[in-house]
């Protein structure tokens, strides 16, 4: 009797087993196959999400530090993109994992030998396949429940900072400069908040230089930066041009603070903020709200119910890619390179339909196109993988022939 060794699974395979034999060896191999996919995508996508992550990083650290913020508003701010990044790097790193292990197991001949047991291209993908609906369920999670509320806790730090982070400036008898070009004194700080006699100039216009005073303000929420109210004061605007000083007294005046100082965000929910059943609904004025058309809801919407399937075809395309090779000393160069290009193509054509939908309401079906591709060509690509035993018998038939 013919065997053959297989180290991983610790036990031999023999052909001609009995039925209840050969399900208890292919739920060892599906076991054994779909733990190794999960080690390797846990290394890759901890090592792709840090380095989103640090990139994000450099970027909040500057403008949260620059802005006199704390370093544990920065580690909040960052925790909160953190599921956002994982939600990017899940199907790259399911595609990558999948390649890895693939080519592996061919070089080490392990899936050879199962080939040679009669496990056809597509019974070998059954752990690929449970595999990415494992991501796929990750990813569902994270783009409709955990994203969704990371965004709306981020709005709404931003809003929270940008309403206090003029406090910085508000130190009473010091001429500070909160931006190029802006002076500002204070010369007493109630404990109510109020501002005694308030003195602020700009000097940025090219054509004229605005100063503003007054007796008493306070501070107020605005909608993207805080509002400053001035009361009993006036407004001098001296032309560069002829000199002249136009005086305009006021009882009270509102300056909003956003071209003043530089805030973190407006504190504005986006899109990604939104429930998935909100963006579905495209309700028009959800969306004059948020400044998004319905196109741009229903866009967001399905993308976050399509997007997961990419993580069944990005493994999929992977794992039918290299079976197209078989053992090789040389590798399996040419088939990694085909599923990079697929995976490329597949990707364009997701940016494509995303685009399409967002400028048209109805188009949103477009957005499903990229990851139902992805699942036929590696369904096709498997059915191809199947049949190279066959195109050589009938290559050689014409030979036997002569």
């Known amino acids: 009797m013919a065997r053959y060794e297989f180290s991983p699974l610790a036990n031999s395979v023999r052909v001609g087993q009995h039925l209840v034999g050969a399900e208890a060896r292919v739920s060892r191999f599906d076991r054994y196959l779909l733990s190794q996919l999960l080690q390797l995508f846990g290394f890759f996508a901890l090592v792709l999400v840090a380095v989103y992550w640090v990139n994000r990083a450099v970027g909040l650290f500057d403008q949260l530090i620059g802005d006199g913020q704390s370093a544990l508003v920065f580690l909040e701010f960052t925790i909160l993109t953190l599921p956002n990044a994982i939600r990017l790097v899940l199907p790259v790193a399911a595609f990558a994992a999948s390649v890895y292990v693939v080519n592996r197991l061919m070089q080490e001949s392990e899936l050879v030998v199962m080939q040679a047991t009669g496990f056809s291209a597509f019974r070998l993908a059954r752990p690929v396949l449970y595999f990415g609906l494992v991501v796929m369920v990750m990813q569902l999670v994270l783009t409709n429940v955990l994203v969704p509320a990371s965004q709306r806790a981020l709005s709404a730090r931003s809003a929270e900072i940008s ?240």
Do not use: C
């Open 163 to 402: 309403e206090n982070i003029t406090a910085r400036f508000l130190n009473a008898g010091q001429f500070m400069h909160p931006a190029a070009g802006i002076t500002l004194y204070i010369r007493d700080i109630t404990p109510h908040g109020e501002l005694v006699d308030l003195f602020l100039a700009d000097e940025r216009g090219q054509n004229e230089r605005v100063t503003h005073t007054a007796r008493k303000a306070f501070l107020v929420r605005g909608a993207i930066a805080p509002k400053l109210v001035m009361l009993d004061g006036s407004t001098q605007t001296l032309s560069r041009a002829d000199g002249r000083l136009a005086i305009t007294r006021f009882a009270d005046f509102t300056l909003d603070l956003a071209g003043l100082v530089s805030v973190t965000g407006g504190g504005r929910a986006g899109l990604n903020a939104l429930s998935t059943p909100d963006l579905l609904a495209a309700d028009e004025t959800v969306g004059a709200e948020i400044g998004a058309s319905p196109a741009q809801m229903l866009e967001e919407g399905h993308s976050r119910l399509a997007a997961p399937l990419m993580a069944i075809a990005a493994p999929l395309i992977g794992f039918a890619a290299l079976m197209l090779g078989g053992f090789s000393r040389f590798g399996l160069w040419r088939q990694m390179g085909l599923a990079v290009g697929l995976i490329i193509g597949v990707q364009l054509v997701w940016t494509w339909g995303g685009s399409v939908a967002i400028q048209t309401a109805g188009a949103w079906p477009l957005v499903y196109l990229a990851p139902l591709l992805g699942i036929a060509l590696a369904g096709l690509i498997l059915w191809q993988a199947q049949r190279p035993k066959h195109r050589r018998t009938e290559r050689d038939r014409p030979e036997a022939a002569a």
